[in-house]
């Protein structure tokens, strides 16, 4: 079983629209979680970071998680296609860190 | 947040020769990362560069053909020795600890090899 699974998409939106990016871990020990985003061609760049149960909103990026089920999502509100890149789940545990194979979401204008 | 500065930025390299590739943080940093990144795939792991000792390597990935070094808490050299078209790819750098709370990359490295 893989440390950190995300939905494979691609997923595909239209703008305005809200995206939604799931991601599930293995290790109820798990503490910290993490979104990057990384263009084509770039690297990855933190975009949010959640530490505790509920909901953590910036802007119009809001993370949930819930540790009960395992279960980390990403939701993206007003989708513009400057948010089309590929989102990676990150999962820190102790001082590991593992990250999934990431979603690529594509915004339609 | 760190800043990160990987050099160079891309290299195009002939078979069975050796790069380094740098990277430098503005700040001191507990712990220093290599990645891999091949074209449309996910991050994988090499080794987390330790300072002042040897590095720790992953699965599939050994010393002879990635040798490290992180001499302090600010720097560290990844080296791609007796290369194949196999190693072209995307280098990356990342850094965790002290002033940061999560992992921060560095603009990469992207080598191709002929």
């Known amino acids: 079983q893989k440390e950190v699974e995300q939905n494979s998409g691609p997923l595909s939106v239209p703008e305005g629209a809200i995206a939604s990016l799931n991601c599930t871990y293995s290790d109820r020990g798990s503490q910290s979680f993490f979104w990057y985003r990384q263009y084509s061609g770039k690297s990855p760049e933190l975009i949010m970071s959640?530490?505790?149960?509920g909901d953590k909103e910036d802007g119009r990026f809001t993370a949930q998680l819930n540790k009960a089920s395992q279960y980390v999502s990403l939701l993206i509100r007003d989708s513009q296609p400057s948010d089309s890149a590929t989102y990676l789940c990150?999962?820190?545990?102790?001082?590991?860190?593992?990250f999934g194979t990431g979603t690529s979401l594509t915004v339609i204008p | 947040s760190a800043v990160i500065s990987q050099k160079p930025s891309r290299d195009i390299c002939q078979r069975g020769t050796s790069l380094t590739i740098q990277c430098q943080v503005d700040?001191?940093?507990?712990?220093m990362f290599w990645y891999r990144q091949q074209p449309g795939q996910s991050l994988t792991l090499i080794a987390t560069a330790n300072q002042g000792s040897e590095a720790t390597y992953e699965s599939g990935f050994v010393i002879d053909k990635f040798p490290i070094s992180r001499p302090n808490l600010t720097f560290s050299t990844l080296t791609v020795s007796n290369m194949s078209p196999e190693d072209s790819s995307i280098y990356l750098c990342?850094?965790?600890?002290?002033?940061?709370?999560?992992?921060?990359f560095g603009p990469g490295t992207r080598l191709t090899v002929l």
């Open positions: 990150a999962v820190m545990r102790g001082n590991q860190f593992y």
């Open positions: 990342s850094v965790w600890g002290a002033s940061t709370d999560t992992q921060y």
């Open positions: 959640i530490y505790s149960n």
């Open positions: 700040s001191q940093v507990t712990m």
